[in-house]
């Protein structure tokens, strides 16, 4: 569980009722495509056959650039979910990361997903013992990912939700 019980308006579009731009909205997509991206071949790896979750990933970034509805997207969020479903360890988390990002095109509050999705992937990727550090190396690459846009809102974000995502943003 990734979402708080209030949603934050500064995730919701303006359209909404939120003060999320759509612009913004779209970065927030962007990075957390990223996110899972760069964990995709821990899934690959073991899944090779499966195009689920990178299909995820494109289909968000295509919805930023408004060749796919919304719908689309978060339809891939789910089959990117499906392939991790009897799977475990970095794969699982990989996939998840790809359908958590997905799901940005959904709910925007999603982002925090991915991220933390990726970093569980490699924590659990890594050699018995790195796994802690190997996770913050992954929070910092993240967040070197960030656009000057939308770089305060992810870090409070990851400050007020850190508790609900294994506190894996303490980096």
């Not at 759509?22 to 990223?34: G, I, K, P, R, V």
């Not at 991206?37 to 056959?49: G, I, K, N, S, W």
């Not at 802690?132 to 910092?140: I, K, S």
Request: net charge neutral.
């Amino acid at each position: 569980m990734i979402f708080s019980e209030l949603r934050d308006p500064r995730f919701i579009t303006i359209r909404r009722g939120g003060t999320l731009s759509d612009a913004n909205h779209h970065l927030l997509a962007l990075w957390a495509s990223e996110c899972a991206e760069h964990v995709l071949p821990l899934f690959e790896a073991v899944q090779p056959r499966d195009p689920r979750p990178r299909r995820a990933v494109e289909l968000v970034r295509a919805w930023t650039r408004g060749e796919i509805t919304m719908m689309q997207a978060r339809s891939a969020a789910g089959s990117a979910n499906d392939a991790a479903r009897d799977l475990s360890g970095a794969a699982r988390h990989a996939a998840h990361a790809a359908g958590q990002a997905a799901a940005v095109a959904h709910v925007a509050a999603h982002e925090l997903g991915a991220a933390a999705y990726a970093i569980k992937a490699v924590q659990a990727a890594a050699p018995k013992g790195e796994g802690e550090l190997a996770g913050r190396r992954e929070c910092r690459w993240q967040r070197e990912q960030l656009p000057d846009e939308i770089r305060e809102l992810v870090l409070d974000d990851q400050r007020l939700r850190n508790d609900l995502c294994w506190l894996v943003f303490e980096c």
